[in-house]
């Protein structure tokens, strides 16, 4: 069992930042993959980023490319998601997931593959 808190969301004004945590605590290994998602109103929840636990490899969304930067802390067992250059389209609630099993390459963008979910936090960008 793996357990995940974020925390972090707030309102920001465009072009503002944010950064996200997401502390994990239970059963994690080293291949551990951790996910940010995202989910607007109305919409499908989305891919944002990725990293893995081992060697910190990560992957980005198309549309967060060059704007957002996720990170890990080893030692507190948590994932940052710096959002710098925020815009309306940002807005979201944000959700942090974990695969302590690891994911095969290519696949780090879907929300299939995580078995844990953390209970999202509201990100809202005010233009």
């Known amino acids: 069992q793996v357990q995940l808190v974020e925390s972090g969301g707030d309102l920001v004004q465009a072009g503002g930042s944010l950064r996200l945590s997401c502390e994990a605590s239970?059963?994690?290994?080293?291949?551990?993959?951790m996910g940010w998602f995202r989910q607007a109103p109305g919409k499908e929840r989305e891919f944002v980023a990725a990293?893995?636990?081992?060697?910190?490899?990560?992957r980005y969304a198309d549309s967060v490319k060059g704007r957002f930067t996720v990170s890990r802390d080893s030692a507190k067992n948590t994932v940052y998601l710096q959002m710098n250059s925020l815009i309306s389209e940002d807005t979201a609630v944000y959700y942090c997931?974990?695969?302590?099993?690891?994911?095969?390459?290519?696949?780090?963008?879907?929300?299939?593959?995580?078995?844990?979910w953390g209970q999202g936090t509201q990100v809202t960008v005010s233009s």
């Open positions: 997931a974990a695969q302590p099993l690891g994911i095969i390459n290519g696949r780090w963008s879907r929300p299939s593959e995580y078995s844990y």
């Open positions: 239970g059963r994690t290994f080293a291949g551990t993959v």
């Open positions: 990293i893995r636990w081992s060697d910190s490899n990560t």
